[in-house]
């Protein structure tokens, strides 16, 4: 790695080939939601019947219409420097009744978004699922159901076929834990059950679909590489305390190791699966889940990093024959002075993102990784619109430099990361949160047939990554 610095100004290269560029999902941008054969995803139909729970009312019908505006957009990730974009394929777009006939308008669209990002040199990450459950198999059980796992499977192996020529890193999930967090145990997301056991079988089938996705694409002998993306919150404790880090121990089994360990070791952490026996939580695990799990280790890492986890020893005891929460073994630790993001209220912490590193490198054999988000959601970024007529979001671009810095320090210390995409390319729809926080390096205006403008941040990434890198003061 070229590391060159000067005693004035401090400069961060990058390897050779490090990918710059960004994340985005199929649902969050596409828009079109009944257009040319697409059925409603679990979104589309929660939006329908429950419009107030999305911010100002917004819901997922156009987003930020990606479909029709898909050669523009790309022409701006060329603008704001991109070499790589993730995006996800919508099942509920490609295989609308989540089984059987694949939906050829579908399959049009994908091949000239895939096409058009190749000739603009910018390769194409794709995810195949983005907490966008069909709802036609939300119908049959969603993640609770083995019929649903085999349809996803499905999917799946439809798509490396479909498009597996050209893409060359595939992710089966993106933050596959949100949804046990949002639907099965803190109602905010649609089916808004609230039951731990409920939420540890869609953890486990989850788990088990990842798996047999990652069989199906060694047996099609894909000219690839495949792996999940993870939302990953390393715990720290209050103190050092053993209570305190018994507590950071148990919150970062359940939030982070659940789905880390199966998916890179190939088996579940032994200490959680006690957890859960001994309060009799335990999913049930069907003969071959545990071998198809073994047998499927992820080529390749996606971290995604926003926030860390503070926690501190449970300082009340909770009352008898309360359904378990994860809450019941530890509680949040607010930690004086911390630094944070007022309009999403997340810590904003860069040096974690170096410690993620060092375990990857130390406990999880340096496999490669890249961190496939990183942002800050800013509500109100009108405010910040400069007489040209653009964004100054002079904070985002702190934001990223600040990240960065560690990642740098991360890769001189060994550490196997491939490249940074940030969240996000262009300001998005975000589930409940619709538009309220923009994330994107393009302004969209909504009130201005989707109008695109690139924000500072924008032009600064385009330097970022045309320099492999950047250079303090
Ligand atoms: C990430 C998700 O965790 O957070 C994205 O992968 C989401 O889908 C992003 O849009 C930002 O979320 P929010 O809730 O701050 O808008």
């Known amino acids: 790695m070229d ?10 290269r990058f390897p050779q080939g490090f990918w710059w560029g960004s994340a985005a999902s199929g649902p969050q941008t596409e828009g079109a939601a009944d257009q040319d054969g697409r059925k409603p995803s679990i979104w589309d139909y929660w939006y329908s019947i429950e419009p107030n729970c999305f911010h100002n009312d917004v819901g997922p019908e156009n987003t930020s219409n990606f479909y029709h505006m898909f ?10 420097g991109h070499t790589s974009f993730r995006t996800s394929i919508q099942w509920s777009r490609l295989i609308p009744d989540g089984v059987g006939d694949v939906n050829e308008k579908a399959v049009t669209f994908y091949n000239q978004v895939i096409d058009e990002l190749l000739a603009n040199d910018i390769e194409p990450f794709m995810n195949l699922y983005h907490f966008d459950m069909p709802m036609c198999m939300q119908e049959k059980g ?15 192996a439809t798509c ?13 999930f993106n933050e596959p834990i949100v949804p046990v967090e949002a639907s099965y145990l803190y109602d905010l997301h649609y089916p808004n059950v609230v039951d731990f056991k409920r939420g540890a079988t869609v953890a486990h089938h989850t788990i088990v679909a990842h798996a047999k996705a990652v069989e199906a694409f060694k047996k099609l002998n894909v000219d690839g590489k495949i792996g999940i993306i993870l939302n990953l919150t390393p715990s720290y404790p209050r103190s050092q305390d053993a209570a305190d880090v018994k507590a950071a121990h148990i919150a970062d089994l359940i939030f982070n190791r659940s789905f880390l360990d199966p998916v890179t070791k190939g088996e579940y952490p032994k200490d959680l699966i006690e957890i859960l026996k001994d309060r009799e939580l335990l999913p049930i695990v069907e003969p071959g889940d545990l071998a198809v799990i073994r047998d499927n280790p992820i080529d390749i890492l996606g971290v995604n990093y926003y926030q860390p986890r503070r926690v501190k020893a449970k300082e009340q005891s909770v009352p008898a024959g309360n359904p378990f929460m994860p809450e019941h073994l530890f509680d949040p630790y607010i930690m004086p002075g911390r630094k944070i993001n007022p309009h999403r209220g997340w810590e904003i912490c860069e040096e974690v993102i170096y410690d993620i590193m060092m375990d990857i490198r130390d406990n999880y054999g340096n496999l490669p990784f890249f961190i496939s988000e990183n942002g800050m959601g800013v509500e109100g970024e009108e405010k910040f619109r400069n007489e040209a007529g653009f964004i100054e979001d002079d904070y985002r671009i702190e934001f990223i430099q600040e990240h960065l ?5 991360g890769l001189q210390e060994g550490a196997n990361c491939l490249g940074y995409h940030l969240w996000t390319f262009i300001d998005n729809w975000s589930w409940t949160n619709a538009y309220k926080n923009r994330y994107g390096l393009v302004e969209v205006d909504l009130q201005n047939n989707y109008k695109r403008t690139i924000k500072k941040s924008g032009r600064w990434y385009k330097t970022l990554a045309e320099n492999n890198g950047f250079t303090v003061g």
């Open 71 to 80: 050669k523009e957009d790309i022409q701006l990730m060329k603008e704001t």
């Open 405 to 409: 810095k560690w990642v740098h320090k």
């Open 142 to 156: 969603g993640w609770e159901s083995r019929e649903v796992i085999e349809a996803y499977v499905n999917y799946a």
């Open 3 to 12: 590391n060159k610095t000067n005693r004035t100004s401090p400069e961060y």
């Open 160 to 172: 490396f076929r479909l498009f597996g020529d050209r893409v060359k890193h595939w992710f089966t």
